[in-house]
Nanobody, 127 residues
């Protein structure tokens, strides 16, 4: 098992930026690909981004490419999500997840591919 704790959420105006962090503990972080998902009120959880175990390959939801950047620091057991040019429709709880099954696979966007989940951090973008 791995424990995941997100931080960095908050209230930001449209056009602003936030950097989310997800700290992992309890299992070898570098053995997992990491993903970010988000869930807005009344909507299903959706894929945001993924990064392979080495950090060498990333994948993004099509609508977020160019605005969001996922990265990781295996020495710090942390994955990040840099979010720029935020829009009100980006308002959601952002949740990180770990995939130990296929850590080298670059594209795994479905929730069932991830075995461990954090509690999430709220991001609110005002217009």
């Amino acid at each position: 098992q791995v424990q995941l704790v997100e931080s960095g959420g908050g209230l930001v105006q449209a056009g602003g930026s936030l950097r989310l962090s997800c700290a992992a503990s309890g299992r070898t972080f570098s053995n997992a690909a990491m993903g970010w998902f988000r869930q807005a009120p009344g909507k299903e959880r959706e894929f945001v981004a993924r990064i392979t175990w080495s950090g060498g390959v990333t994948d993004y939801a099509e609508s977020l490419k160019g605005r969001f950047t996922i990265s990781r620091d295996n020495a710090k057991n942390t994955v990040y999500l840099q979010m720029n040019s935020l829009k009100p429709e980006d308002t959601a709880v952002y949740i990180c997840a770990a995939d130990f099954t296929l850590p080298g696979s670059p594209i795994r966007r479905l929730q069932y591919a991830y075995q461990n989940w954090g509690q999430g951090t709220q991001v609110t973008v005002s217009s």
